[in-house]
């Protein structure tokens, strides 16, 4: 099915672990995105990619860098795991002029 | 002070009710979304809008820009209507801001 693809769908992490999130989108979109949810918050903006090639800082990139492999792939990295980075991470993606579509989120736990 | 406010809160209304969530935002923008996250946690994308109103089936979405208000309705609301409802705004700086979102419980 066309879409958002994320992966892993659940991950726990030791503090001070690395790992990478890894997100895919079949609908030749052009921007891709990186937000966590936290409870009371809302979605924050974690990194964006406005076009292969290009990344930008969103509203809490502290701690995280992101790669925009090629137009298909974003992926987010977390060098050294803090239980503050504990939250449910959401890839999306749009074309402009054109709403968003969102993965099914990835639920990290840091211990 | 958050660029973008939803209310209500929390809503819980009547199967068949007309249900309506409002958005307020500070900020100069470029769009303004509606999304739809479902108690699974996935997250829909409704609408995109930067002026009028937009309809889809029973979901009407309404922009106000010189008062930064947006509106969500629902009509003939239905239990599978149940889920929390954000709205997001793209500043015309390429910033993202959303609201906390609206639960909206539907009981049949």
């Known amino acids: 099915n066309a879409g958002v693809t994320q992966t892993p769908k659940f991950q726990v992490l030791k503090t001070g672990q690395s790992m990478t999130l890894q997100c895919a989108q079949d609908?030749?979109?052009?921007?891709m995105y990186w937000y966590r949810q936290d409870p009371g918050m809302g979605l924050r903006l974690i990194y964006y990619?406005?076009?292969?090639?290009?990344?930008d800082k969103g509203e809490v990139p502290n701690g995280y860098n992101v790669s925009r492999l090629n137009k298909r792939e974003f992926s987010l990295r977390l060098e050294s795991a803090a239980p503050s980075q504990t939250s449910v991470y959401f890839c999306?993606?749009?074309?402009?002029?054109?709403?968003?579509?969102f993965g099914s989120g990835t639920r990290l736990t840091v211990v | 002070k958050n660029e973008v406010e939803q209310s209500p809160q929390n809503l819980t209304a009547q199967e068949g009710e007309f249900i309506t969530i409002n958005c307020s935002y500070s900020?100069?923008?470029?769009?303004l979304h509606w999304l739809q996250q479902h108690p699974g946690g996935g997250i829909v994308s409704l609408f995109m809008?930067?002026?009028g109103k937009k309809k889809h089936g029973r979901l009407i979405a309404t922009i106000n820009i010189q008062e930064k208000h947006s509106s969500l309705h629902i009509t003939a609301s239905h239990p599978r209507d149940s889920a929390v409802y954000i709205c997001?705004?793209?500043?015309?700086?390429?910033?993202?801001?959303f609201g906390t979102g609206t639960s909206l419980t539907v009981i049949p």
């Open positions: 809008l930067s002026s």
């Open positions: 900020v100069g923008i470029s769009a």
């Open positions: 997001a705004v793209r500043g015309t700086g390429n910033q993202f801001y």
């Open positions: 609908m030749n979109h052009n921007s």
């Open positions: 999306a993606s749009s074309l402009t002029g054109v709403g968003y579509t």
């Open positions: 990619s406005a076009s292969e090639g290009t990344t």
